[in-house]
């Protein structure tokens, strides 16, 4: 019979490689959740993700960017009364020992001019750009316009 330790010592690691499947960081910055919906002919796509900032400082995301596309904008979804209109913005504060979420009808990226078409199920590798000097590389899950 195995020790319990040895056992441990096995099943830590394997469980330690599933979640960075989910999950990019380094520093205080941490992009989880990454999906992109993707969308048919020259529409722009959407991308979703959380952010985590176990720091002490605010951060900004100041930019995100992808070889798959050949642009990338943050935006921001305003609603006035029964209006909605989406605003680029130059950067997003995620707060100190806080997180922030890039949802549909909120912050998002719009993603435009498709290098080839994507494939739903596929992964895209996507870089974050934060104020501090922090760069992540994040896999993005490609959904469909329905984002499932």
């Not at 930019?63 to 029964?82: E, Y």
């Amino acid at each position: 019979m195995h020790h319990p330790f040895f056992r441990l010592a096995i099943a830590l690691p394997l469980a330690a490689a599933s979640l960075t499947a989910f999950a990019a960081s380094s520093g205080a910055m941490m992009v989880s959740d990454c999906w992109i919906r993707s969308m048919p002919g020259d529409v722009p796509s959407g991308g979703y993700f959380k952010l985590m900032n176990m720091g002490d400082k605010p951060v900004d995301l100041e930019g995100v960017s992808t070889d798959a596309f050949g642009m990338s904008m943050l935006h921001q979804t305003q609603t006035t009364g029964s209006t909605s209109k989406m605003v680029m913005v130059d950067k997003v504060t995620v707060p100190a020992n806080g997180t922030l979420a890039f949802a549909p009808g909120g912050y998002h990226v719009m993603f435009e001019k498709e290098k080839k078409p994507l494939t739903v199920g596929s992964t895209v590798p996507v870089t974050f750009k934060f104020s501090d000097g922090e760069s992540i590389v994040g896999q993005c899950a490609v959904k469909s316009a329905t984002g499932q």
